[in-house]
């Protein structure tokens, strides 16, 4: 029922830019806090940023924090991560995630998307 799906993932240049969007379907999108996550191969799946569910708070990942923003757009059920300045370590599939509670562990979210393709070239 409850359906995330990413987009905006790709290649892109170290130094770079890009704008991962998260549509949301089939639950009450503006009840719900969101996050973003990535994960690499051989690497857990880590914690990037969330957004209460009003958009009232924003928290970041140490190593994300100053050159990325959260964003959510209730209106149109969709979460967005824009990520500047990116790395080689940027690399990874980003998921998204939602659930009534939050946070910033991959246990206290129960809604995730398929994954988005970020891939930082030297």
């Known amino acids: 029922q409850v359906q995330l799906v990413e987009s905006g993932g790709g290649l892109v240049q170290a130094g770079g830019s890009v704008r991962l969007s998260c549509a949301a379907s089939?639950?009450?999108?503006?009840?719900?806090?969101m996050g973003w996550f990535r994960q690499t191969p051989g690497k857990e799946r880590e914690f990037v940023a969330s957004?209460?569910?009003?958009?009232?708070?924003?928290y970041y990942a140490d190593s994300v924090k100053g050159r990325s923003t959260i964003s959510r757009d209730n209106a149109k059920n969709t979460v967005y991560l824009q990520m500047n300045s990116l790395k080689p370590e940027d690399t990874a599939v980003y998921y998204c995630?939602?659930?009534?509670?939050?946070?910033?562990?991959?246990?206290?979210?129960?809604?995730w998307g398929q994954g988005t393709q970020v891939t930082v070239s030297t």
């Open positions: 089939g639950m009450p999108f503006s009840s719900y806090h």
């Open positions: 957004i209460t569910w009003n958009g009232g708070s924003t």
């Open positions: 995630a939602a659930d009534l509670a939050g946070g910033l562990s991959t246990r206290m979210y129960h809604h």
